[in-house]
């Protein structure tokens, strides 16, 4: 099947807009010149209400991962105590890289699991410089409790470093009024520009604590980052395409206005919830509390007995749906359905018929239109 006629429904990367994807076909610029400058001005002015903050902000050429590295890498030292939070494969990743920068105190959940606040709290009382927290884990479609976090963290006086990848600019995330120091997102996801660049908002307080470091990374040197920025400039040699595509795609955020941008990602999630409740088909995540929530850019479901989440995506493959399956050891046991980015009710609504054909086919359902008519219901209130 061509490519350009597969319909991409994962929780990232997303579908392209036509005018961002022309946007990188400009001619390239002098990137020390005024022309650069004046577009890295305006993404970070679109971006500061993306991430409602008053901090700084810089644009690096790297994925979001590399802009994990850059917080945890520019704050924490070698005798440094990093309390990171895992139940998914990006918690995960928050481990992994701080444990090459300091000294780990993890919280492990069962994936998809909520935490519990009595343990986290335990844990920042034995002492933390930081805790990072994946506000939205897409591995398994739980959104955990930032602002709770956040209050946790300021008690105890941890920097609080949260990956925002995909929430920031698809679902509420308040920076400085949930007390985030550094806070990171990706262009590929709720921003619906093409991958390789990562945002990040840096804090005051932040900055402090690398003063107090001996050395900070090289490439990922936020301090750096500062000293360029101030000067609307990157230390280091941008992705100029790519900001030409990340400018466009924050117009297109800008013109829908994130209220109602955030609107239409929740409204499209609940949909697809909907839809697989009147499949019968069972939500991945264990809500333990009234903190933790589905995620409104991601639904990690259960796959239904008699048929694997590997066997759903690849029939929807082979109908032109791209979907997701399960990470690391839920490969098999889960299937997720992305709907971030520049999703419309009509692809919710196409995904949802295409499944519903496949899981008749399986013989896991006996008829279609259930799952159809629920999501339609509720994207009702979008028109």
Not at 93 to 101: L, S
Not at 299 to 310: H, I, L, Q, W, Y
Request: hydrophobic residues 40%; charged residues 25%; aromatic residues 6%.
């Amino acid at each position: 099947m061509d490519l350009e006629d597969t319909l991409l429904m994962m929780p990232g990367p997303v579908p392209v807009a036509p005018r961002v994807l022309r946007a990188m076909s400009k001619p390239m610029i002098n990137h020390r010149g005024a022309e650069f400058s004046a577009m890295y001005d305006d993404c970070c002015e679109i971006l500061a209400d993306v991430f409602q903050t008053k901090n700084d902000i810089f644009i690096l050429s790297g994925s979001g991962t590399a802009a994990m590295e850059a917080a945890v890498g520019c704050t924490t030292g070698k005798d440094d105590v990093v309390v990171t939070l895992e139940n998914g494969k990006f918690g995960e990743r928050f481990k992994k890289i701080a444990v090459r920068y300091g000294k780990v105190n993890p919280l492990e959940n069962e994936w998809g699991c909520s935490f519990d606040q009595g343990e986290i709290e335990k844990k920042l009382e034995e002492g933390a410089k930081a805790i990072t927290l994946v506000h939205n884990e897409t591995s398994t479609g739980i959104q955990n409790p930032a602002k709770e976090i956040g209050k946790l963290a300021k008690k105890h006086d941890a920097l609080f470093i949260m990956d925002g990848v995909t929430t920031l600019g698809g679902d509420t995330v308040l920076t400085d009024d949930w007390g985030i120091d550094i806070a990171v997102v990706g262009s590929q996801k709720c921003l619906a520009a093409p991958p390789g660049l990562s945002m990040i908002s840096v804090s005051k307080r932040a900055f402090e604590a690398m003063d107090e470091k001996e050395s900070l990374p090289y490439y990922l040197d936020l301090k750096a980052y500062k000293k360029s920025g101030d000067k609307s400039q990157t230390p280091y040699t941008p992705a100029v395409p790519l900001f030409f595509g990340l400018q466009e795609a924050l117009h297109i955020v800008k013109e829908e206005g994130m209220d109602a941008r955030i609107k239409r990602h929740a409204t499209c999630a609940e949909a697809v919830r909907a839809a697989a409740g009147a499949m019968g088909i069972e939500m991945f995540p264990q809500l333990n509390d009234e903190f933790s929530h589905y995620s409104n850019t991601v639904t990690a479901m259960k796959a239904p007995e008699g048929v694997t989440g590997n066997d759903i995506k690849k029939d929807m493959m082979g109908r032109g749906i791209t979907i997701a399956g399960g990470q690391d050891h839920l490969s098999g046991k889960i299937f997720r359905i992305g709907s971030m980015g520049n999703v419309q009710p009509k692809d919710i609504m196409l995904t949802i018929q295409e499944l519903e054909i496949v899981l008749r086919k399986r013989g896991i359902i006996s008829h279609i239109g259930a799952g159809t008519e629920a999501a339609s219901d509720v994207l009702d209130t979008l028109l």
